[in-house]
């Protein structure tokens, strides 16, 4: 695979495509960014970085790695956003029809579209969790209704959504969001009663979609459009717990990692991410609860 090496570097044992429940998807595509590139460099970092994780997670007691975990080939395409949206798209419809949990691992935003299409294909009752800085509801951002600033625009065509840590957005997409479904960053970074309530917002089956400024920049500065007042690591981890607990998770991706050569620790950080949702899923599905230490 040349530099994208499997994640977490896992023996072969545990990387086969036939023996592996999950798999990680990397599409390294950054063609709408409109402040910061770098984004399409993204999923090598996160997987270049991972082979320093711990298999072992504390919190639930569990090794994830043992379920097989394979890492795709990455798409790597120059073409207009809505044909690599339809790319990974087909990718992730053959990887779910081979039953495999599927991770994406991001390039710009607009790479969530694709997947999310699968699994809103593929599963009935299907809403979509965003945890991210920005609203993403622009119908049209610079003559594309694919731009990475529309993502959300274009998943609520086909499926219900729930927002969570949004701090930014313009007038436009103020009308057109839900405020019964979105939970702004300045509501919840001091308490953690919203978690309840925004895990009821969900339907029974839910795809989650990362984009990693969610996070305070203090703790996550490498993104192409970083916002202040973000979420803390533990804050997130709590909700992802508490949704996954409660809720089919049908897959999720990562995006927007814009890796800075002189600081690995977000692209860890971003592995470590990954994991650990992986961690939380699974521990579920083959203990039926998590361990609470």
């Known amino acids: 695979m040349g530099q994208y090496s499997c994640f977490a570097g896992l023996e072969k044992a545990y990387t086969e495509l036939c023996k592996s429940k999950i798999a990680i998807l990397p599409v390294p595509y950054d063609k709408t960014s409109t402040w ?5 460099k993204g999923p090598v970092a996160i997987i270049s970085s991972s082979p320093a994780l711990e298999f072992y997670d504390i919190e639930t007691d569990f090794e994830v790695y043992k379920e097989g975990i394979h890492t795709c080939l990455p798409i790597k395409t120059g073409s207009p956003p809505e044909k690599m949206i339809r790319q990974v798209e087909l990718k992730v419809l053959e990887l779910l029809k081979a039953d495999k949990f599927v991770v994406t691992l991001g390039g710009e935003h607009s790479v969530s579209v694709g997947p999310i299409t699968a699994c809103n294909t593929r599963f009935k009752n299907l809403s979509v969790l965003q945890l991210d800085a920005h609203a993403d509801l622009r ?10 600033a529309c993502v959300m625009a274009r998943v609520k065509e086909m499926c219900p959504i729930v927002q969570v840590g949004i701090r930014s ?18 509501d919840i970074t001091s308490n953690n009663e919203w978690i309840a309530r925004a895990t009821e917002c969900l339907s029974d089956n839910v795809y ?21 007042g973000g979420l803390t690591w533990y804050r997130v981890m709590r909700f992802l717990k508490a949704v996954s607990a409660q809720k089919n998770i049908v897959g999720f991706d990562v995006v927007e990692l814009c890796p800075n050569p002189n600081n690995r ?18 521990s579920k599905r ?8």
């Not at 957005?169 to 300045?186: G, H």
């Not at 083959?286 to 230490?293: M, Q, Y």
């Open 36 to 40: 910061i590139k770098g984004a399409d």
């Open 286 to 293: 083959v203990k039926g609860k998590f361990l609470h230490l």
């Open 169 to 186: 957005m313009c007038v436009e997409e103020k009308t057109i969001l839900d405020k019964r479904n979105v939970f702004f960053a300045k």
């Open 208 to 228: 989650v979609t990362i984009d990693l400024d969610v996070f305070d920049p203090s703790v996550m500065p490498s993104t192409g459009t970083p916002q202040p």
């Open 265 to 282: 620790a977000p692209d860890f950080m971003a592995a470590k991410l990954v994991y650990k949702f992986l961690s939380y899923i699974y």
């Open 139 to 148: 119908n049209e951002y610079e003559g594309s209704r694919y731009n990475h």
